[in-house]
Protein backbone atom coordinates (compact mmCIF):
# COMPACT_ATOMS: atom_id res chain seq x y z
CA UNK A 1 0.00 0.00 0.00
CA UNK A 2 1.51 3.68 -1.18
CA UNK A 3 1.73 6.18 2.25
CA UNK A 4 -0.37 9.38 1.56
CA UNK A 5 -0.07 12.72 3.47
CA UNK A 6 -3.08 14.92 3.08
CA UNK A 7 -3.01 18.67 4.50
CA UNK A 8 -5.91 21.67 4.86
CA UNK A 9 -5.01 25.14 5.39
CA UNK A 10 -8.96 25.90 6.62
CA UNK A 11 -12.44 25.96 5.40
CA UNK A 12 -13.82 29.28 5.04
CA UNK A 13 -14.39 31.78 2.11
CA UNK A 14 -10.68 32.09 0.91
CA UNK A 15 -11.39 34.98 -1.15
CA UNK A 16 -10.03 35.14 -4.35
CA UNK A 17 -7.21 37.08 -3.85
CA UNK A 18 -5.79 34.72 -1.21
CA UNK A 19 -6.65 31.53 -3.40
CA UNK A 20 -2.97 31.35 -5.07
CA UNK A 21 -0.88 31.88 -2.06
CA UNK A 22 -3.54 29.41 -0.05
CA UNK A 23 -2.93 26.67 -2.78
CA UNK A 24 0.60 27.07 -2.62
CA UNK A 25 1.15 27.04 1.38
CA UNK A 26 -0.99 23.74 1.39
CA UNK A 27 1.38 22.09 -1.58
CA UNK A 28 4.32 23.40 0.17
CA UNK A 29 3.34 21.67 3.43
CA UNK A 30 2.35 18.09 1.72
CA UNK A 31 5.51 18.19 -0.23
CA UNK A 32 7.56 18.86 3.39
CA UNK A 33 5.31 16.16 5.21
CA UNK A 34 5.42 13.37 2.36
CA UNK A 35 9.95 14.55 2.39
CA UNK A 36 10.16 13.71 5.77
CA UNK A 37 7.90 10.51 5.77
CA UNK A 38 9.98 9.20 2.57
CA UNK A 39 13.76 9.91 4.53
CA UNK A 40 12.54 7.64 7.28
CA UNK A 41 10.71 9.83 9.59
CA UNK A 42 7.83 8.68 11.34
CA UNK A 43 3.91 9.28 10.81
CA UNK A 44 3.95 11.87 13.68
CA UNK A 45 7.49 14.19 12.51
CA UNK A 46 5.25 13.64 9.03
CA UNK A 47 1.81 15.55 10.33
CA UNK A 48 4.15 17.45 12.74
CA UNK A 49 6.45 19.02 10.04
CA UNK A 50 3.29 19.54 7.63
CA UNK A 51 1.13 21.36 10.17
CA UNK A 52 4.76 23.46 11.54
CA UNK A 53 4.85 24.49 7.55
CA UNK A 54 1.30 25.78 8.01
CA UNK A 55 1.99 27.62 11.08
CA UNK A 56 5.08 29.56 9.64
CA UNK A 57 3.17 30.49 6.72
CA UNK A 58 1.18 33.67 7.72
CA UNK A 59 -1.52 32.65 5.10
CA UNK A 60 -2.84 30.14 7.78
CA UNK A 61 -4.71 30.91 10.57
CA UNK A 62 -2.52 28.65 13.19
CA UNK A 63 1.23 30.02 14.84
CA UNK A 64 2.07 32.81 12.94
CA UNK A 65 -1.09 34.92 11.36
CA UNK A 66 -2.81 33.80 14.06
CA UNK A 67 -6.64 35.75 13.82
CA UNK A 68 -6.94 37.72 17.44
CA UNK A 69 -8.87 37.12 20.38
CA UNK A 70 -11.50 39.79 21.73
CA UNK A 71 -8.59 41.65 23.58
CA UNK A 72 -5.91 41.88 20.35
CA UNK A 73 -3.70 38.94 21.23
CA UNK A 74 -3.35 35.36 19.84
CA UNK A 75 -4.79 32.50 21.83
CA UNK A 76 -3.54 28.88 20.10
CA UNK A 77 -4.72 25.82 20.58
CA UNK A 78 -2.90 22.47 18.54
CA UNK A 79 -3.94 18.23 18.72
CA UNK A 80 -1.70 15.66 17.72
CA UNK A 81 -2.60 11.99 17.54
CA UNK A 82 -0.80 8.24 16.79
CA UNK A 83 -3.38 6.34 15.61
CA UNK A 84 -0.92 3.31 16.27
CA UNK A 85 -1.07 3.83 20.06
CA UNK A 86 -4.08 6.13 20.65
CA UNK A 87 -0.93 8.64 22.12
CA UNK A 88 -2.40 11.83 22.24
CA UNK A 89 -1.01 15.43 23.04
CA UNK A 90 -3.00 18.59 22.94
CA UNK A 91 -2.75 22.01 24.33
CA UNK A 92 -5.07 25.16 24.33
CA UNK A 93 -5.00 29.07 24.90
CA UNK A 94 -1.04 28.77 24.48
CA UNK A 95 0.26 32.36 23.66
CA UNK A 96 4.39 32.71 23.00
CA UNK A 97 4.76 29.48 21.44
CA UNK A 98 5.44 29.76 17.40
CA UNK A 99 4.73 26.15 16.48
CA UNK A 100 1.84 24.84 19.18
CA UNK A 101 1.84 21.74 17.47
CA UNK A 102 5.20 20.82 18.57
CA UNK A 103 4.45 21.41 22.37
CA UNK A 104 0.89 19.13 21.91
CA UNK A 105 3.91 16.40 20.60
CA UNK A 106 5.98 17.29 24.04
CA UNK A 107 3.22 16.90 26.02
CA UNK A 108 2.43 13.77 24.39
CA UNK A 109 5.65 12.04 24.10
CA UNK A 110 7.05 14.02 27.70
CA UNK A 111 4.08 13.98 30.22
CA UNK A 112 1.80 11.68 31.38
CA UNK A 113 -0.62 13.66 30.69
CA UNK A 114 -2.85 14.28 27.69
CA UNK A 115 -3.93 18.34 27.53
CA UNK A 116 -2.31 21.23 29.25
CA UNK A 117 -3.49 24.43 28.95
CA UNK A 118 -2.83 28.08 29.33
CA UNK A 119 0.09 29.59 31.47
CA UNK A 120 0.60 25.62 32.64
CA UNK A 121 1.18 25.08 29.01
CA UNK A 122 3.40 28.03 28.30
CA UNK A 123 5.41 27.37 31.45
CA UNK A 124 6.23 23.02 30.56
CA UNK A 125 6.84 25.15 27.18
CA UNK A 126 9.25 26.77 28.84
CA UNK A 127 10.73 24.18 31.05
CA UNK A 128 11.80 22.20 28.21
CA UNK A 129 13.40 24.46 26.28
CA UNK A 130 10.80 25.50 23.64
CA UNK A 131 11.46 29.30 22.68
CA UNK A 132 9.28 31.43 23.79
CA UNK A 133 8.14 34.13 21.26
CA UNK A 134 7.02 37.60 22.02
CA UNK A 135 3.09 37.56 21.43
CA UNK A 136 3.17 40.77 18.73
CA UNK A 137 5.94 38.29 16.24
CA UNK A 138 3.02 35.95 15.87
CA UNK A 139 0.98 39.34 14.76
CA UNK A 140 0.77 39.79 11.20
CA UNK A 141 -0.63 43.81 10.26
CA UNK A 142 -3.29 42.31 7.73
CA UNK A 143 -4.66 40.55 11.14
CA UNK A 144 -4.56 43.25 13.26
CA UNK A 145 -6.47 45.11 10.43
CA UNK A 146 -9.37 42.73 9.94
CA UNK A 147 -9.41 42.45 14.00
CA UNK A 148 -10.07 46.19 13.90
CA UNK A 149 -12.53 45.90 11.11
CA UNK A 150 -14.75 43.01 12.92
CA UNK A 151 -14.78 44.46 16.97
CA UNK A 152 -17.67 43.00 17.82
CA UNK A 153 -17.94 39.08 18.42
CA UNK A 154 -21.10 38.40 17.42
CA UNK A 155 -20.76 40.58 14.15
CA UNK A 156 -17.66 38.11 13.48
CA UNK A 157 -19.66 34.70 14.39
CA UNK A 158 -22.58 35.67 11.76
CA UNK A 159 -20.30 36.05 8.77
CA UNK A 160 -17.39 33.09 9.93
CA UNK A 161 -16.65 30.88 7.13
CA UNK A 162 -18.61 32.77 5.15
CA UNK A 163 -16.59 36.12 4.13
CA UNK A 164 -14.23 36.89 6.46
CA UNK A 165 -12.90 34.83 8.97
CA UNK A 166 -9.97 32.09 8.53
CA UNK A 167 -9.36 28.77 10.15
CA UNK A 168 -7.25 26.12 11.13
CA UNK A 169 -4.50 23.77 9.63
CA UNK A 170 -3.99 20.36 9.51
CA UNK A 171 -2.64 17.48 8.26
CA UNK A 172 -3.07 13.21 8.32
CA UNK A 173 -1.21 10.20 7.43
CA UNK A 174 -0.71 6.69 6.47
CA UNK A 175 2.46 4.64 6.34
CA UNK A 176 2.49 1.63 3.58
CA UNK A 177 2.22 -0.47 6.92
CA UNK A 178 -1.31 1.21 7.68
CA UNK A 179 -0.79 3.12 10.55
CA UNK A 180 -2.07 6.62 10.82
CA UNK A 181 -1.67 9.84 12.58
CA UNK A 182 -3.07 13.30 12.26
CA UNK A 183 -2.35 17.32 13.82
CA UNK A 184 -4.70 19.75 14.23
CA UNK A 185 -3.15 23.43 15.30
CA UNK A 186 -5.43 27.01 15.10
CA UNK A 187 -5.50 30.33 16.34
CA UNK A 188 -9.21 29.77 16.87
CA UNK A 189 -11.91 32.18 15.74
CA UNK A 190 -11.29 36.28 15.60
CA UNK A 191 -12.72 37.98 18.90
CA UNK A 192 -12.86 35.05 21.12
CA UNK A 193 -13.09 35.52 23.91
CA UNK A 194 -10.77 34.98 26.75
CA UNK A 195 -10.06 31.28 27.73
CA UNK A 196 -12.16 29.83 24.73
CA UNK A 197 -11.34 26.83 23.54
CA UNK A 198 -12.49 25.21 20.49
CA UNK A 199 -12.97 21.46 18.73
CA UNK A 200 -9.00 21.64 17.56
CA UNK A 201 -7.53 20.87 20.49
CA UNK A 202 -10.53 18.68 22.12
CA UNK A 203 -9.89 15.00 21.30
CA UNK A 204 -12.69 13.53 18.65
CA UNK A 205 -13.41 16.54 17.99
CA UNK A 206 -10.44 18.65 15.85
CA UNK A 207 -8.76 15.56 15.20
CA UNK A 208 -8.38 11.81 16.02
CA UNK A 209 -6.63 8.91 14.78
CA UNK A 210 -7.11 5.21 15.33
CA UNK A 211 -5.51 2.44 13.14
CA UNK A 212 -8.68 0.88 13.32
CA UNK A 213 -10.37 3.19 11.34
CA UNK A 214 -7.66 6.17 9.60
CA UNK A 215 -7.21 9.68 10.73
CA UNK A 216 -9.45 12.79 10.52
CA UNK A 217 -8.06 16.72 11.24
CA UNK A 218 -11.44 19.16 11.29
CA UNK A 219 -11.68 22.74 10.30
CA UNK A 220 -14.66 25.13 10.69
CA UNK A 221 -16.98 26.41 13.66
CA UNK A 222 -15.68 24.94 16.56
CA UNK A 223 -18.73 25.94 18.54
CA UNK A 224 -20.80 23.41 15.80
CA UNK A 225 -17.58 20.98 15.54
CA UNK A 226 -17.35 19.95 19.09
CA UNK A 227 -21.23 19.83 19.22
CA UNK A 228 -21.22 16.86 17.09
CA UNK A 229 -17.55 15.12 17.84
CA UNK A 230 -17.26 15.56 14.44
CA UNK A 231 -13.64 13.53 13.95
CA UNK A 232 -14.91 10.77 15.58
CA UNK A 233 -18.49 10.71 14.10
CA UNK A 234 -16.74 10.46 10.45
CA UNK A 235 -14.69 7.71 11.85
CA UNK A 236 -18.21 5.94 13.23
CA UNK A 237 -18.97 6.18 9.68
CA UNK A 238 -15.97 4.58 8.85
CA UNK A 239 -16.46 1.78 10.91
CA UNK A 240 -20.22 1.27 9.89
CA UNK A 241 -18.90 0.51 6.19
CA UNK A 242 -18.59 3.69 4.32
CA UNK A 243 -16.15 5.16 2.33
CA UNK A 244 -14.25 8.08 3.83
CA UNK A 245 -15.73 10.40 0.98
CA UNK A 246 -18.79 9.64 2.11
CA UNK A 247 -18.61 9.61 5.64
CA UNK A 248 -17.03 13.07 5.54
CA UNK A 249 -19.42 14.15 3.59
CA UNK A 250 -22.99 12.64 5.74
CA UNK A 251 -21.02 14.35 8.91
CA UNK A 252 -20.71 17.85 7.86
CA UNK A 253 -24.38 17.72 6.84
CA UNK A 254 -25.34 16.27 9.66
CA UNK A 255 -23.45 19.17 11.35
CA UNK A 256 -24.79 21.59 9.00
CA UNK A 257 -29.10 20.11 9.69
CA UNK A 258 -28.39 19.60 13.50
CA UNK A 259 -26.20 22.85 14.73
CA UNK A 260 -25.48 24.53 11.16
CA UNK A 261 -22.45 24.89 11.12
CA UNK A 262 -19.87 24.57 8.62
CA UNK A 263 -16.79 23.31 7.93
CA UNK A 264 -14.13 20.53 6.76
CA UNK A 265 -12.39 17.38 7.07
CA UNK A 266 -9.31 15.52 5.94
CA UNK A 267 -9.43 12.10 6.25
CA UNK A 268 -7.11 8.55 5.42
CA UNK A 269 -7.99 4.66 6.19
CA UNK A 270 -5.64 2.12 7.12
CA UNK A 271 -6.62 0.65 3.18
CA UNK A 272 -5.25 3.76 1.87
CA UNK A 273 -8.48 5.72 1.18
CA UNK A 274 -8.53 9.09 1.27
CA UNK A 275 -10.86 12.49 1.09
CA UNK A 276 -10.91 16.40 1.33
CA UNK A 277 -14.15 17.29 1.77
CA UNK A 278 -15.90 20.81 2.81
CA UNK A 279 -19.42 22.88 3.37
CA UNK A 280 -17.68 26.29 3.23
CA UNK A 281 -17.52 27.80 0.03
CA UNK A 282 -14.11 26.86 -0.45
CA UNK A 283 -10.52 24.89 1.79
CA UNK A 284 -7.20 24.70 0.64
CA UNK A 285 -6.01 20.77 0.57
CA UNK A 286 -3.08 18.79 -0.64
CA UNK A 287 -2.21 15.22 -0.96
CA UNK A 288 1.08 13.75 -1.74
CA UNK A 289 0.43 9.89 -2.49
CA UNK A 290 2.96 7.96 -4.76
CA UNK A 291 4.66 9.92 -7.34
CA UNK A 292 1.28 12.70 -7.71
CA UNK A 293 0.29 16.35 -5.55
CA UNK A 294 -3.33 16.46 -5.70
CA UNK A 295 -4.97 19.82 -4.46
CA UNK A 296 -7.68 21.84 -4.57
CA UNK A 297 -9.66 24.87 -3.18
CA UNK A 298 -13.26 24.88 -4.45
CA UNK A 299 -16.23 22.60 -4.26
CA UNK A 300 -15.14 18.89 -6.58
CA UNK A 301 -12.02 20.66 -7.93
CA UNK A 302 -8.88 17.99 -7.87
CA UNK A 303 -6.18 19.04 -9.60
CA UNK A 304 -2.65 17.01 -10.28
CA UNK A 305 0.75 17.55 -10.76
CA UNK A 306 3.90 15.73 -10.13
CA UNK A 307 5.26 15.07 -6.87
CA UNK A 308 8.66 16.69 -6.95
CA UNK A 309 10.30 16.64 -3.06
N1 LIG B 1 -12.04 25.37 14.17
C1 LIG B 1 -11.27 26.17 15.02
C2 LIG B 1 -12.00 26.84 16.06
O1 LIG B 1 -13.20 27.10 15.94
O2 LIG B 1 -11.39 27.17 17.06
Known amino acids: MSAVLVVHGGAWAIPDELAPVSVQGVKAAARHGSSVLRSGGSLVDAVEAAVRALEDNTVFNAGHGATLKIDGEVQLDAIIVDGKTLAFGSVSCVKNIANPVSLARAVMEKTSHV ?52 DTVGAVALDSAGNVACATSTGGTRHKMVGRVGDSPVIGCGAYADNISGAVSCTGHGESILKVTLARLILSHVEQGKSVEDASQLSLQHMGDRVQGAGGAIVVSPSGQWAATFTTKRMAWAAAEDDVLWFGIDPKEKLKEKLSL
Open 115 to 166: MLTGRGADKFAESIGIAMVPTDKLVTECERKEWEKHKKYIAAVNEEFNTQAH
